[in-house]
């Protein structure tokens, strides 16, 4: 029974790496404003004395922010705010 659940947990972390990979190699997203967003979080948590399991889930989740632009199509997310 543990060794399943060790597993589910490996696979449940390896999740948000997987995701936040297909978000750094997909042109024109920026994979640096991610970093950022995570960084910050990871501060935010740190400072909320959250624990070291909590500040990973948001450091993990943070990197995703930019997960729905996956779906959409490359020319409405590269056009200038003002032109949509």
Do not use: W
């Not at 995570?38 to 399991?53: F, N, P, T, V």
Request: with cysteine; proline share 4%.
């Amino acid at each position: 029974m543990h060794s399943a659940l060790n597993r589910v947990k490996r696979n449940n972390s390896a999740t948000p790496k997987v995701l936040y990979n297909l978000i750094n190699i997909t042109p024109n997203i920026n994979s640096r404003f991610t970093k950022s967003v995570s960084q910050l979080s990871k501060i935010i948590a740190e400072r909320m004395s959250l624990s070291k399991e909590e500040i990973r889930d948001v450091t993990y989740t943070a990197l995703l922010c930019e997960i729905g632009l996956l779906g959409l199509d490359t020319s409405i997310y590269c056009q200038p705010f003002n032109k949509l």
